[in-house]
């Protein structure tokens, strides 16, 4: 399989209307979103995915006033690639709703690091990635039980609050104001939360700030001391060395290298 392009935890402002691609497009929101299906909106939770079809009219816009939070990947497919794909039976142009769409979302911040560091969107790295993405679709859609909770205390308040951070990366997040909130220890909350995901709230924080940053970077002309006075960041210089150890270029480097939209 080809990947066109991609993007990664991408926030979509505007509504889209009627957009038409050449590839086959996966969408996966990690916000609740309105597609329109048949002239029909169709209103879906988060962790709803669906795959456009080829030159299918794509029409879908946030539920709610906040932007869309999504992961998205083009890609086209050979006669091998569409025989692999039908045996899925994954239905196109249909939204699903699946338990958790935590595995997606690392496969495509995969491809999103494979790029970075190797300055590399089309590899067979991605190809095996997507196809890992559509195998997870597959046996979910065979096994639609409910999604087995982590043996993880609060867990539930934790997976909310991992998609605030997500969706809201510019927000000024305080492990102490989170801590007084859930009513716990700041060593107690490191523990289960790093239980549950594997990294720590602050590398998630941090993270997602980044991720947002790069974004504002080629798709936008907004300079790099505005960027990092709105992703949080008092210190220019601070910002830049964080951005440097986190995708191994300055800011001004990533935007020259990569000056066009979602990786493609």
Not at 75 to 97: C, H, W, Y
Not at 162 to 183: F, K, L, Q, V
Request: net charge negative; hydrophobic share 35%; aromatic share 10%.
């Amino acid at each position: 399989m080809k990947i066109n392009k991609f993007c990664f935890n991408f926030q979509q402002d505007k509504p889209v209307c009627n957009e038409i691609s050449e590839d086959y497009t996966l969408i996966s929101a990690a916000s609740p979103i309105v597609f329109t299906i048949c002239g029909k909106d169709v209103s879906c939770p988060t962790d709803t995915i669906i795959i456009y079809g080829q030159n299918s009219y794509r029409t879908y816009c946030s539920a709610d006033r906040n932007p869309l939070i999504l992961d998205t990947v083009g890609f086209g497919m050979t006669s091998a690639d569409r025989q692999f794909f039908s045996e899925l039976n994954i239905p196109l142009n249909k939204p699903v709703q699946l338990g958790e769409n935590i595995v997606i979302h690392n496969l495509v911040k995969s491809m999103h690091t494979q790029q970075i560091y190797y300055n590399n969107a089309d590899s067979d790295f991605n190809d095996y990635a997507l196809r890992m993405i559509l195998l997870n679709i597959s046996e979910q859609l065979r096994s639609p039980q409910e999604t087995e909770i982590p043996d993880v205390p609060r867990y539930r308040e934790l997976l909310e609050l991992r998609r605030s951070i997500c969706a809201s990366p510019t927000s000024r997040w305080s492990i102490d104001e989170i801590c007084s909130e859930m009513n716990i220890s700041r060593t107690y909350f490191h523990r289960i939360y790093f239980s549950a995901f594997g990294v720590t709230c602050m590398q998630d924080i941090i993270e997602n700030r980044l991720s947002f940053a790069a974004e504002m970077l080629i798709s936008t002309d907004t300079s790099v001391s505005k960027i990092a006075e709105i992703c949080g960041y008092d210190s220019d210089s601070y910002f830049m060395r964080q951005f440097k150890k986190h995708t191994g270029l300055t800011p001004s480097e990533y935007r020259r290298r990569f000056s066009c939209n979602c990786g493609k």
